[in-house]
């Protein structure tokens, strides 16, 4: 008798793959249950299936650079009648969007994952009858908006309805903290299961120190709503006995370059080339402190926890963050290090000259201890569950999709 078909999971996300830490656990992850595709910007290099490439523009619709550039303009003037008239589902379906309905619309799954509320009214239009949406949310869409701009104001409510709408038709739920699980209950009535960034974890030990300088590293991307020239404010003030090391993503954009430009300018700040986000807590375990600064006033930003703190803790490294709720709390609870008063560089500069090298070496001690209880092998094993569970509800309604 001829074996059953391994079912297909599709996953959707806006997000070049390569570079993103939480769906390449999730897709390998999923590897165990089926055979994976993908429609993203750009491949993981995980898939077993096929890749499927997503746009955020009009050039993903392969129209002469005259007609793409008239479909903007078009769609430009659509915007603006739509969202001054609150005709939120309409505007969520761009162009881009609407190419990827069609593109992606004969594809057959038997799981759909989508990640972020960009892709779940996408999920829902290329569904077959009966299959499960697995819908991670990542972070807490409408707490990313701020400002009493009319585009911001219109953002957030864009934000809530499509959240009301479309969560509690979804099969589950995912997201990445206790706060943004208990954010969304309130605004929807459904408590997603919290799978943490954590990334997986690190056969290290601490490093030791540097005689004469407490190094300091920071990874990610350069993002000016964050704030990171507070940085390198905190490193004028720290002076020549203090380095910081980054790691950064995104090199060649304008806000990179100029970035890279201010530190450039500072002895005492190091820019080292990206590394990929497997090979991130091995690469900054021979620093001291990992340090994480997010501004105030955005909600998502209190109830975040970001994969760049877990790596932290991954390469055993004392920990540094501003006072936001969720950060704060872990780095409390476990004894990581130290929360700053404030976000700005005076605050974080004091922060950082509160951990003498013992209570460095203390600090990296407890993130050793507590490395594989806050790392992703309780994590993935949910995810793995969870989509087993959806597969096995929805089997007796259908049989298992070829995979494309």
Known sequence: ?????????????????????????????????????????????????????LGTDTTILGLPPLLRKLTTAVWGVCERMLRSRGSYEALYWSPALRHAKHELRGTKADLIVANDISTLPLAFAIAGPGT??????????????????????????????????????????????????????????????????????EELSPSGPTPGRIRLVHHGGVFPQRGAVELLKMMDVLGAAYELHLYLMGRGGADHTAFERLASQRSNV???????????????????????RLPPGIPNYEYALPNKLFDYIQARLAVVVSPSRAMSELVRQQQLGVVASGDLAEDLAAAVRSLTPERIAVCKQNAHERAYALSSAGNMAVMVRIARELLERSSGERRPAQAV
């Open 270 to 292: 190091f820019m080292h080339a990206p590394v990929p986000p497997a090979d991130v807590p091995r690469t900054i375990g021979q620093y001291d402190i990992g340090i994480h």
């Open 132 to 201: 499960p949406i697995l819908f991670d949310a990542h972070e807490y869409h409408p707490g990313q908006h701020k400002g009493d701009s009319p585009r911001a104001r219109h953002a957030l409510l864009a934000s809530e309805r499509l959240c009301r709408k479309y969560m509690p038709l979804a099969a589950h739920c995912l997201t990445v903290s206790d706060a943004v699980a208990e954010a969304y209950a309130q605004l929807v009535g459904i408590r997603p299961t919290v799978v943490t960034n954590a990334p997986k974890y």
């Open 1 to 53: 008798m001829a074996a059953a078909a391994l079912p297909h999971i599709l996953i959707l996300c806006h997000s070049e793959l390569r570079d993103d830490a939480r769906l390449i656990r999730q897709i390998s992850a999923l590897r165990e249950v089926g055979v994976v595709s993908t429609a993203a910007f750009s491949p993981s290099g995980l898939e077993t299936g096929t890749f499927h490439k």
